[in-house]
């Protein structure tokens, strides 16, 4: 049989590799030939802003072990955010052919980063020789595999440990991985496809192209109203969302992309009916890759605290991030953004349904996000 390169970071054992299909080299005579020397698995199922922002670990683990072979086990709905990363080599869904893995393969590395039974059972089941983040034990029980976990563990226990933490989740995660004072940016490739994609929306709405907006002195501010089910109380109000988007257009040189998913579609309705002409909808049916890519047309990103926040730092965007019932301590915006949180003496609760009047969200004013927005679009 010929020699295979069993070792190879390429290799890929059910179809042909890359560099195969590409140029139809065989591995006794590949000048792509990639030796791996370890194997790390990442444990991180959801949800999809967390899976994005924990790729902050990935500069540091390659430059720390440049020869590491990467897979990472996460939720079906989240593997997209893992596509076209270049330094992640296998991406495996949750479900039979993780646990599969799991039952087969050893690795020098298990980092899992999830605290969750759910994924501390597959931290639990893992074959590796060092082990960081989170475990379970046979009565049920999640346990810290290291010292250096221990604090994300009780903060996930404790809302006023969660409440008084001032340290990023950058931080926190790197240094649960061994990785502190290593790079930690979120990385967020698009593929030429994607960009394609929003460069063709760009034209049906008349944005002209990035390099020429500072000649036209156009600026493009995006206004992303989503949170997610689990969050209702992230959402900046309707009525805000409105009146931010009728003071921008009122600066004659602004355009407003408006950004959701499915569960926004009626929210949406609702600031495109109050918010009068001018305002440009994205649409709340487009895949996660090309809601993502429509972000990368903004120069600046108004988002609550969610998705479309790391999103927009994957991709080198400015941001205005809005907290209310979450940790804005806890966000890193890499100097490219500011951070507004409420006043209100019981923000960062962490309640998913309050009946405070006016919510701790509504204190955020429009004009204080508008006068964030115009200072980042100056610099």
């Keep these: 049989m010929e020699a295979i390169k069993s070792d190879c970071r390429h290799m890929r054992w059910d179809r042909p590799c890359d560099p195969h299909k590409r140029e139809g080299v065989h591995c006794d005579r590949c000048p792509h030939y990639a030796p791996v020397d370890r194997r790390t698995l990442v444990i991180k199922l959801d949800a999809l802003g967390d899976v994005l922002r924990t790729t902050c670990i990935l500069p540091g683990l390659k430059k720390a072990f440049p020869k590491t072979q990467v897979t990472w086990i996460t939720m079906p709905a989240a593997a997209p955010l893992l596509l076209n990363n270049p330094h992640v080599d296998r991406v495996v869904p949750y479900g039979p052919e993780a646990l599969a893995l799991l039952a087969v393969e050893e690795f020098d590395d298990v980092l899992c980063l999830d605290a969750a039974p759910r994924s501390a059972a597959l931290g639990g089941r893992a074959k590796g020789k060092s082990k960081r983040g989170f475990g379970l034990e046979k009565r049920g029980r999640v346990f810290p595999f290291n010292r250096e976990a221990e604090e994300w563990f009780l903060m996930g226990l404790f809302d006023d440990i969660k409440r008084r933490n001032r340290r990023t989740y950058q931080d926190i995660v790197m240094e649960i991985c061994g990785l502190s004072g290593q790079p930690q940016e979120i990385v967020l490739r698009l ?68 950004f959701g998913g499915e569960e926004e579609r009626a929210r949406n309705r609702e600031i495109l009916a109050a918010a009068g002409e001018g305002l440009i909808d994205t649409g709340c049916g487009n895949s996660l890759r090309e809601f993502m890519a429509l972000i990368g047309l903004c120069d600046v990103l108004v988002t609550g605290d969610t998705l479309g926040l790391h999103a927009a730092l994957g991709l080198g965007r400015k941001v205005v991030a809005l907290f209310g019932p979450t940790s804005a301590a806890e966000i890193d915006v890499y100097g490219r953004g500011i951070k507004i949180a409420s006043r209100s003496a019981c923000a960062c609760c962490y309640l998913r349904e309050c009946e405070r009047s006016p919510s701790c969200m509504e204190e955020i004013k429009p004009a204080e996000v508008l006068a964030a927005a115009l200072k980042l679009l100056a610099k």
Excluded: Y
């Design 191 to 258: 593929t030429e496809g994607e960009r394609a994609f929003a460069r063709r929306f760009a034209e049906r709405a008349g944005l002209p192209a990035e390099r020429e907006r500072a000649r036209n002195g156009v600026r493009v501010i995006g206004l992303n109203t989503g949170s997610g089910a689990r969050w209702p109380m992230k959402q900046w109000p309707v009525g805000h969302c409105a009146e931010f988007v009728r003071a921008c257009l009122g600066k004659g040189d602004c355009r407003i992309l408006l």
